[in-house]
């Protein structure tokens, strides 16, 4: 009996908050985030950080003191816990599990997995203080990555603002370490746009939430803006002429965004058509499509359409396989 208390003393408030943490994932896997709620999370977050680091000198002379340090740690957990398990639906319908941003997901999977378990958590943060860090800077630039495209930034300039902010919002970090607020925000200023260009030069790791490809199929032929004679994707090279990739994008209300289709055959770029914008607002996603004649002697192997956003992040992908 001593031992089943004990273990629910450790690990039940972990356990309900995983139980939880499921059943919201369960409830809302087909809903995006609000932006007004990621926004919100982010700020208190912030703040606490920033008060805690301000006055943990004083309050940690005093017991009552270390009891409100303690509250402020575990109310900043919850927080994080609270912002990736809003973030991972949306990163989970963003992400082609068979291309290199399913790193981003899994990352996001296991600090939010971290941040469920007190007694993990506390551990990491004891051994690695400097992982709270990473936690706030990887949950606000996703955060940011979604809630700025919601409220109509495009995604390029989303996933370069977000890295920006959340690079300034370290300062607290630094504050901690006795630097001054004012020395501090002007390095993670100027740290931030190093973390833009990084961002630029990584995106295609990073999934473009919150769009994602609500529906994709191949077609012999379209009728209107629907695909008419769908095709399996295990075809034979003597049965074709051309083959029709439809896919429907979804994108938050409001958002204009030029997407391409890049046909490739065993890996290699075959082809690569620019598609007009798509317009954000339909919940069954924006439908457009791109043709490929494709001649059988040249057509035996492995073929993928990607669908790209105009700035190269990888939206989703459409395989299909001819044989002889």
């Given at each position: 009996?001593?031992?089943?208390?004990?273990?629910?003393?450790?690990?039940?408030?972990?356990?309900?908050?995983?139980?939880?943490?499921?059943?919201?994932?369960?409830?809302?896997?087909?809903?995006?985030?609000?932006?007004?709620?990621?926004?919100?999370?982010?700020?208190?977050?912030?703040?606490?950080?920033?008060?805690?680091?301000?006055?943990?000198?004083?309050?940690?002379?005093?017991?009552?003191?270390?009891?409100?340090?303690?509250?402020?740690?575990?109310?900043?957990?919850?927080?994080?816990?609270?912002?990736?398990?809003f973030l991972l639906p949306?990163?989970?319908?963003?992400?082609?599990?068979?291309?290199?941003?399913?790193?981003?997901?899994?990352?996001?999977?296991?600090?939010?997995?971290?941040?469920?378990?007190?007694p993990w958590y506390r551990?990491?943060?004891?051994?690695?203080?400097?992982?709270?860090?990473?936690?706030?800077?990887?949950?606000?630039?996703?955060?940011?990555?979604?809630?700025?495209?919601?409220?109509?930034?495009?995604?390029?300039?989303?996933?370069?603002?977000?890295?920006?902010?959340?690079?300034?919002?370290?300062?607290?970090?630094?504050?901690?370490?006795?630097?001054?607020?004012?020395?501090?925000?002007?390095?993670?200023?100027?740290?931030?746009?190093?973390?833009?260009?990084?961002?630029?030069?990584?995106?295609?790791?990073?999934?473009?939430?919150?769009?994602?490809?609500?529906?994709?199929?191949?077609?012999?032929?379209?009728?209107?803006?629907?695909?008419?004679?769908?095709?399996?994707?295990?075809?034979?090279?003597?049965?074709?002429?051309?083959?029709?990739?439809?896919?429907?994008?979804?994108?938050?209300?409001?958002?204009?965004?030029?997407?391409?289709?890049?046909?490739?055959?065993?890996?290699?770029?075959?082809?690569?058509?620019?598609?007009?914008?798509?317009?954000?607002?339909?919940?069954?996603?924006?439908?457009?499509?791109?043709?490929?004649?494709?001649?059988?002697?040249?057509?035996?192997?492995?073929?993928?359409?990607?669908?790209?956003?105009?700035?190269?992040?990888?939206?989703?992908?459409?395989?299909?396989?001819?044989?002889?």
């Amino acid at each position: 009996m001593t031992r089943a208390v004990d273990w629910l003393r450790r690990w039940g408030i972990s356990c309900a908050s995983l139980a939880a943490g499921l059943l919201a994932l369960f409830v809302f896997r087909r809903e995006l985030p609000h932006a007004r709620w990621i926004v919100g999370y982010l700020l208190l977050m912030w703040l606490l950080i920033a008060l805690s680091v301000q006055l943990r000198e004083g309050f940690q002379a005093t017991r009552a003191g270390r009891l409100v340090l303690g509250a402020a740690d575990y109310t900043i957990q919850s927080l994080y816990h609270g912002v990736l398990l809003f973030l991972l639906p949306a990163y989970w319908a963003s992400t082609t599990l068979d291309s290199p941003n399913v790193a981003f997901l899994v990352v996001l999977v296991l600090l939010a997995m971290l941040a469920t378990f007190d007694p993990w958590y506390r551990a990491v943060i004891e051994l690695l203080p400097a992982v709270t860090d990473v936690f706030f800077l990887v949950s606000a630039f996703a955060a940011l990555n979604v809630a700025l495209v919601l409220v109509g930034v495009p995604p390029f300039w989303a996933l370069l603002l977000g890295a920006w902010i959340a690079v300034v919002g370290l300062s607290p970090a630094l504050r901690r370490r006795r630097w001054a607020w004012r020395r501090a925000l002007r390095v993670t200023a100027l740290a931030g746009l190093g973390a833009a260009v990084l961002a630029f030069v990584g995106r295609a790791g990073i999934p473009p939430a919150p769009l994602f490809l609500a529906r994709s199929t191949l077609a012999r032929d379209m009728l209107g803006a629907e695909p008419l004679g769908m095709l399996p994707t295990s075809l034979r090279a003597t049965e074709l002429r051309s083959v029709v990739a439809f896919t429907a994008v979804y994108a938050p209300a409001g958002l204009r965004q030029p997407i391409s289709h890049v046909w490739r055959r065993e890996g290699q770029i075959v082809s690569v058509v620019r598609l007009a914008p798509i317009q954000g607002g339909r919940r069954e996603g924006f439908r457009t499509y791109s043709r490929k004649a494709i001649a059988p002697s040249e057509s035996e192997g492995r073929w993928s359409v990607d669908v790209v956003t105009g700035a190269g992040q990888l939206i989703g992908r459409l395989r299909f396989r001819v044989e002889s």
